[in-house]
C-alpha cells in the first residue's frame, strides 16, 4: 500500500500521521528540523511546545475546549494521551510538562510500526507522485513551500504575530509576597486547588508597571509592517496600550484570589506564574507574551512584586504566523480546491491553539487513511467542538455570504462556533434561570448535545474508539 505523506512534525503533523497509522495506513512523516529550523522552535523533537505549557480549560461541562479534549480522548488522539500522562499542577486546566510531553509524542509515533520517520526540507510542491498528501507545517511553514502554496492557489497566505510569554526559575520567586492560589480555589484535573504563583499588585504599583509597559522599548518588525496580531494572544504591550484597565481586567485580573500575606487587603491587579514543568522548578508568566527587547523585559517584569530578583529561563518573544484563507482554498474535507491530493491540517488552516491543532490533525488523518482504503467517512456533525472547528475553517459558517469570507482569522474553539441550542429557562427543579445561570446552563446544553452526537458520528462512523464515555462530568 501506497503511504500518506505528512509533511511536518509539530502537533497536527504528529497527530495526523498516527491517526492514519491507527488505521492501518503506512505513513511517512516528514519533518526539516534540525536541517533547517524556525524562528521559534529550540529543539528537532516531534510535538514541541513553542507558546505555552497549557492545554487550557479540561472542563468539559462549561467549556468549549473541554468538550474538544473530551472528543479527542474519545477518538484515540496521541496528544491528549500524552498530555494527560505529563500534566502539571494548572488548577482547572490541562497543562502539561513540555519535554516530558514531546518526549512520549515522539516515542509513540517512532514507535509505531507503519510510520517512517524522514528529516528535511520539502522545498516546494511534493513531488506528484505523492498522491495523498497531508501538509501540517503549522504558522512556521518554511518560506519555500509557502511561496509555492501561493503560487499554486493564486491567491497569498494571511499572516498575524504571534509571541511567546517569559518563563522564570521558581526559586527566584520571593513566596514571602507571592502566594500560591488557583483562581475562586478550583480544582484542576490532579485535584489540586493552590496551582499559579500569585503576584500582588496596589494601584500604585499597577499604574506605574502600565508606564513603564507603554514607555519600554519594542522589537520592531518593519518588514511586515501592517501585519496583525491574533486577538487571542496579544502582546502584554499591546493590551496595555489599549487602556489603562484592560490588563486588570484580562490576564491581570485579581478576582477569586485572597493573598495569604494580608488577607484583608484586596490586590488591585494581580499576575499569575504557571508550572510549566514536571518538577515544578520553572513557572511561565501568564498572559505576558510581548515583543520588549530582552533587556527591557528584564527590568519591566521584575517591577513586578514577587519577581523583583526573577531570574528568566527564556525571555518572551515575537515572530511572524501564516495561514491560509481556507473557507476560500480548502473543500470540506480538508483537501485544497486547487490540488486535492494536498490536505491540510492544524494552524496553517486558521486554527488557532495546540489542542484546536491537534484536533484538525486528528480528522486529516482519518480523513485522508479512509480516502487510501476507499472507504466513506463523514467528518463530525458541527453540533460537536470537532465538526465546529471544522465548520469555521471550511466555511459553513458563512454559506450564506456567496462571495466567500470577507475576513477570516484564526481562532480558538468557543461555543460561538456550535449552532444555536434552546436557552434553557428553568433548571431540575424547575426553578426559573435567571442572568448568568442561564448562561452556564445554556454551555451544559450545548456540550451534552455535542457529546450524544460526537457518540452518535463514533457509531456510524468506521472509527477505531479507545474511550467512547462522552457524558459531561
Not at 492514519?20 to 528540523?33: F, I, K, Q, S, T
Not at 509515533?109 to 526540507?121: F, K, M, N, S, W
Not at 528584564?298 to 481556507?326: D, K, Q
Request: aromatic fraction near 6%.
Amino acid at each position: 500500500m501506497r503511504p500518506i505523506r505528512v509533511i511536518g512534525g509539530g502537533l497536527a503533523g504528529s497527530e495526523a500521521a498516527w491517526q492514519a497509522a491507527e488505521a492501518g495506513v503506512p505513513v511517512v512523516l516528514h519533518e526539516m528540523r534540525p536541517a533547517r529550523m524556525t524562528a521559534a522552535h529550540r529543539t528537532d523533537r516531534l510535538a514541541e511546545l513553542v507558546c505555552s505549557n497549557s492545554f487550557r480549560s479540561d472542563d468539559a461541562s462549561t467549556n468549549a475546549v473541554g468538550v474538544l479534549h473530551r472528543e479527542m480522548r474519545a477518538l484515540g488522539s496521541i496528544v491528549i494521551e500524552a498530555a494527560d500522562a505529563h500534566q502539571v499542577p494548572a488548577g482547572g486546566a490541562l497543562a502539561v510538562d513540555r519535554d516530558g510531553f514531546s518526549l512520549a509524542v515522539e516515542k509513540a509515533v517512532l514507535d509505531h510500526p507503519l510510520i517512517a520517520l524522514e528529516r528535511g526540507e520539502i522545498a516546494g510542491l511534493p513531488p506528484e507522485a505523492w498522491d495523498n498528501v497531508i501538509v501540517a507545517t503549522g504558522p512556521l511553514t518554511s518560506f519555500a513551500l509557502a511561496q509555492a502554496i501561493g503560487g499554486l492557489t493564486g491567491e497569498g497566505a494571511l499572516a498575524f504575530f504571534d509571541a511567546i510569554a517569559p518563563i522564570v526559575h521558581r526559586d527566584s520567586i520571593d513566596m514571602d509576597i507571592a502566594w500560591m492560589q488557583s483562581r475562586y480555589d478550583k480544582e484542576g484535573p490532579g485535584g489540586d486547588a493552590a496551582a499559579y504563583v500569585n503576584c500582588p499588585m496596589s494601584r500604585d504599583q499597577y499604574e506605574a508597571f502600565v508606564d513603564a509597559l507603554i514607555a519600554a522599548e519594542k522589537t520592531e518588525f518593519r518588514d511586515f509592517e501592517g501585519t496583525p496580531y491574533f486577538e487571542g494572544c496579544l502582546p502584554i504591550e499591546v493590551m496595555a496600550e489599549r487602556g489603562r484597565e484592560t490588563l486588570r481586567h484580562g490576564p491581570m485580573k485579581p478576582f477569586g484570589l485572597t493573598n495569604v500575606h494580608a488577607p484583608a487587603v484586596k490586590p488591585y491587579a494581580v499576575v499569575q506564574l504557571r508550572q510549566d514543568n514536571a518538577l515544578g522548578t520553572l513557572f511561565n508568566i501568564v498572559g505576558f507574551q510581548t515583543k520588549l527587547k530582552y533587556g527591557e523585559q528584564g527590568r519591566v517584569f521584575r517591577m513586578i512584586p514577587g519577581l523583583e530578583r526573577a531570574e528568566f529561563a527564556r525571555l518572551g518573544g515575537i515572530h511572524r504566523n501564516t495561514y491560509l484563507n481556507s473557507p476560500r482554498l480548502l473543500d470540506a474535507r480538508l483537501r485544497l480546491k486547487a490540488c486535492p491530493r494536498l490536505r491540510f491540517a492544524g494552524q496553517i488552516t486558521g486554527c488557532e491553539g495546540y489542542v484546536e491543532s491537534a484536533a484538525v490533525g486528528l480528522i486529516a488523518g482519518r480523513l485522508a487513511a479512509a480516502d487510501r482504503l476507499g472507504m466513506a467517512l463523514t467528518t463530525p456533525p458541527p453540533t460537536t467542538a470537532i465538526g465546529a472547528l471544522l465548520n469555521h475553517i471550511t466555511g459553513g459558517h458563512i454559506e450564506s455570504i456567496d462571495v466567500g469570507p470577507r475576513s477570516f482569522q484564526p481562532m480558538n474553539v468557543n461555543f460561538g462556533l456550535f449552532p444555536p441550542i434552546a436557552e434553557p429557562r428553568v433548571d431540575g427543579a424547575g426553578n426559573r434561570l435567571r442572568g448568568p445561570e442561564r448562561g452556564v446552563a445554556r454551555k451544559r446544553a450545548l456540550s451534552e448535545r455535542a457529546g450524544r452526537d460526537m457518540q452518535g458520528w463514533i457509531g456510524r462512523a468506521d472509527v477505531s474508539v479507545r474511550d467512547s464515555s462522552l457524558s459531561v462530568s
